[in-house]
Structures are given as C-alpha cells and as structure tokens.
T-cell receptor, first 113, second 113 residues
Framework: DADVTQTPRNRITKTGKRIMLECSQT?????MYWYRQDPGLGLRLIYYSFDVKDINKGEISDGYSVSRQAQAKFSLSLESAIPNQTALYFC????????????FGPGTRLLVL | DAKTTQPPSMDCAEGRAANLPCNHS???????VYWYRQIHSQGPQYIIH???NNETNEMASLIITEDRKSSTLILPHATLRDTAVYYC??????????????FGPGTRLSVLP
C-alpha cells in the first residue's frame, strides 16, 4: 500500500552495528506498529504507538527501540544488531475509530551478518 | 498466542471457489473475526471482517457459524494471484488499548492452473 512506506527496503549490516528502519504514512492514522516476520512464521509485534506520546512494548521488544517523531513517522532501531534479528520487518498503521483495520507497508528485509 | 487454528496449507483449482476454514472456539462475544492475506513477502493485506453475520465484499465472503466458534473465508473464483498465506485473527474491534492483531502461521493457499 503506497500510503505506508518503509525505508530501506533491503539492508545488510554487521553484528554490533546500529541500524534504523523508517516508516512513514500518509493515511492520517494515529496508530502505528512494527512487526517482524521470520521464515514460515506469522508476524510478531515489536512495538506500537497509539499517538506521538504513547509508545508501548509488544511481544518481542528486547533488542529494539522506537521513536515516534511525528504522527506520520515511526522509526525502529536496532542499537546493536545481532544475527537472530535477521528477518522481514513490517510497519503498519490503523485509525483511532471504528474497527481499526491495519494497513501494512511493503516491508524491509534485514540481514545481519 | 493466536486464538485461532487454521490448516497449514490448502490447494485449489483455478476458477473454483477456495474455502478456507478457521476455528476460534474461545472467541468472546465482543471479538470480531478478521482475515488478512500475505502474497509472497509483501505486507499483509486486509480482506474482510465480521462479528456474527455473514459478510461479503468485492474480494471475498465470510461465513461465521451460529455459535461463532468457526468461520470460513470464501474466494468465489480463485485465480493464480490469490496464491498467498491467509491469516484468520480474532480480536476486539473497537478502540481497545493494548489488544492487537496476533498473526499465527496462517494457511498457505496454492491456486493451481
């Protein structure tokens, strides 16, 4: 969905490096999410934010941090990347009202060597 | 933990209806059933959701049993482009702080020519 963009789309990094994944949305949604997906598995929630001042840990937040710079931007950081953080990362957004259908970005494929 | 159970894989002939089952025997009265799909490694795409009545949109139909313990997603005329992993998710629909979508492993649907 072009309304949710992620950069970079692919990234290779080395163990111990700091890396930031960025997400931007033009849907005007308050809520944003970061998920990771490992091969053959479903998505697991890392962090979520219900507005700029509200950030919450998800199921697997260890080793990650986030920043909600604005309503439209939500960044995920790996302070010191490790190989088991190699995965596909998705950002998603949803509105505050109604049934909160989530809209996903195209994903970032991260390889940690 | 995902509150749903789905078969890991299914095949369907092109042009036929694809019927994807989902069990959610512990569903609560205020929880909705959502369906998403993920084509290859793209971001998950919303398909349809429902509470207790059957629902239909341009993509699919959702049939929920009277006791709400199971449901079926129907793709009426499957095409090769419908080959994807389909996720069935149950959660409270309205603004509900802290409850998020839980994506299990889903059903891998293969549409065969």
């Amino acid at each position: 969905d072009a309304d949710v963009t992620q950069t970079p789309r692919n990234r290779i990094t080395k163990t111990g490096k700091r890396i930031m994944l960025e997400c931007s949305q033009t849907k005007g949604h308050d809520r944003m999410y970061w998920y990771r997906q490992d091969p053959g598995l479903g998505l697991r929630l890392i962090y979520y934010s219900f507005d700029v001042k509200d950030i919450n840990k998800g199921e697997i937040s260890d080793g990650y941090s986030v920043s909600r710079q604005a309503q439209a931007k939500f960044s995920l950081s790996l302070e010191s990347a490790i190989p088991n953080q190699t995965a596909l990362y998705f950002c998603a957004t949803s509105g505050r009202q109604g049934l909160e259908t989530q809209y996903f970005g195209p994903g970032t494929r991260l390889l940690v060597l | 933990d995902a509150k749903t159970t789905q078969p890991p894989s299914m095949d369907c002939a092109e042009g036929r209806a694809a019927n994807l089952p989902c069990n959610h025997s512990t569903i609560s009265g205020n929880e909705y059933v959502y369906w998403y799909r993920q084509i290859h490694s793209q971001g998950p795409q919303y398909i349809i959701h429902g509470l207790k009545n059957n629902e239909t949109n341009e993509m699919a139909s959702l049939i929920i049993t009277e006791d709400r313990k199971s449901s079926t997603l129907i793709l009426p005329h499957a095409t090769l482009r419908d080959t994807a992993v389909y996720y069935c998710i149950v959660r409270v629909g309205r603004d509900n702080y802290g409850q998020n979508f839980v994506f299990g492993p889903g059903t891998r649907l293969s549409v065969l020519p």
